[in-house]
């Protein structure tokens, strides 16, 4: 007869919904579900997310385990369900089989531990158990779960990961990018876009009041502010505070952004109602191009990297564009990209703004975003009239604004010390 200490059951899901394969927190609630309704008790579990694809993950069960690893390019999971005692493991394979939308699976099952070629030892496992209790060597898990989640923004050679706790607050697909909500340990919840990080809860005031006030306390006294992308609200907000200020035009192209934000970074979406903004979802490119001429004060173009989307915030024709519908004392700041991560686009950026502007009239402000890739930011301008931001006087003022509103990153030595730039910057735009 034969006898086995333990079952075996090699699947194969396949064309499953590759959406699904790629979802850590989903597989590991689903793999748990599954050893629970076959009747297994679940020790623990432990999940890791290979960015940008794949999960791999155990649940460990009181009668042994069962293991996945998923291919989402291929739709695919290869999953391992190995018990011993009584339980029924086709259970698990029926509600994995349905979670997944597996199309086509297969399964191979086989006896494992025949005791026919086995021999049993004689030791007495409750004493050893006992012993190690007296003598408090019992090694406890710090956790009941772990989970090793990494959202990484990266170029080919160089990244910047960000262990997140693998739940999705948001993810939708829309027009023009992959929307998400996710939350970071380090810094709270983000938006990404795409693979990009965005912006987060705790360091979000970095981005947001350096590509604010600056520009503001240089010009000193904004009336018509427009704003190209911004979609988290987190530069409204922050231009809004200012009294001098009497409309805002936002452009965003995507409305999932704002709805995303909207709902699940409130503290960032916090001025939408403000009666002095006019909130636009449309082509901010197109806007800009049959914008009134000669009228803003300032023009913000807050968007995301030259790719998809917003690549065309990168081109001549635009800054022209942004030239022509600033009055005279104007100011243009644009997200800058970073001199250590997107050289290319950062110089070639500042050259078409010393092209439209003036040699002298495109300075760069560097800051630090500790969740970019390389920290390094910058925000580059444009100066269509005679104050620059390198010449203020207003140090005071600043400084009791500052301390007013509670701002956490911009004061008037930051001002100042923003526009320094390091030799090798100055080379990359001469
Ligand atoms: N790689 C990130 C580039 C910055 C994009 N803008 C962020 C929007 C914050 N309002």
Not at 83 to 103: I, P
Not at 420 to 427: D, G, I, L, R
């Amino acid at each position: 007869m034969s006898i086995a200490l333990g079952n075996h059951i090699l699947v194969e899901f396949m064309n499953c919904e590759p959406k699904l394969m790629n979802d850590v927190a989903g597989i590991e609630r689903d793999m748990v579900a599954a050893a629970r309704a076959a009747g297994a008790t679940v020790i623990n579990s432990t999940f890791h997310h290979f960015s940008p694809y794949g999960v791999s993950g155990v649940v460990v069960i009181e009668e042994s385990h069962l293991a996945i690893h998923t291919w989402p390019e291929y739709g695919y999971a290869a999953v391992d369900l190995f018990t011993c005692g009584d339980m029924d493991s086709w259970v698990s394979f029926d509600l994995l089989k349905d979670a997944f939308k597996a199309k086509s699976y297969s399964a191979i099952e086989m006896k494992r531990g025949s005791v026919n070629l086995l021999t049993r030892n004689d030791f007495d496992m409750t004493s050893m158990r006992q012993k190690a209790q007296e003598e408090g060597t019992v090694w406890k898990n710090p956790d009941f779960y772990t989970r090793n989640v990494w959202f990484t923004d990266k170029d080919e050679n160089q990244a910047l990961s960000l262990r997140f706790t693998g739940d999705v607050f948001y993810d939708v697909q829309s027009p023009f990018q992959r929307v998400r909500i996710l939350e970071s340990y380090k810094y709270g919840k983000m938006l990404a876009l795409d693979d990009m990080v965005m912006t987060t809860i705790d360091d979000e005031f970095h981005y947001h009041e350096m590509i604010s006030h600056p520009s503001m306390f240089t010009h000193g006294n904004v009336k018509n502010v427009l704003v190209i992308g911004g979609g988290d609200g987190g530069t409204v907000r922050e231009i809004l505070r200012h009294d001098s200020v009497e409309k805002v035009t936002m452009v965003e192209i995507d409305g999932e952004v704002i709805k995303s934000c909207k709902e699940f970074l409130p503290e960032i979406a916090a001025e939408f109602d403000n009666p002095k903004l006019e909130l636009i979802v449309d082509d901010g490119i197109a806007y800009v191009k049959n914008a009134k001429q000669d009228f803003y004060d300032l023009i913000i173009v807050d968007g995301s990297d030259p790719v998809g989307p917003a690549e065309g915030l990168f081109s001549t024709e635009f800054y022209k564009n942004c030239y022509n519908a600033l009055n005279s004392t104007g100011i243009l700041v644009a997200q800058g990209e970073s001199p250590k991560f997107n050289e290319k686009a950062f110089s070639e950026l500042n050259q078409t703004l010393q092209g439209i502007f003036g040699k002298e009239n495109a300075p760069i402000s560097l800051f630090f975003v500790p969740t970019y890739p390389t920290g390094m930011w910058s925000f580059q301008y444009g100066l269509k009239g005679d104050k620059h931001p390198k010449k203020i006087t207003n140090q005071e003022e600043i400084d009791a604004f500052v301390s007013s509103k509670g701002l956490r990153y911009y004061n008037s030595d930051i001002h100042t010390g923003s526009f320094a730039t390091p030799n090798f910057v100055k080379e990359m735009v001469k």
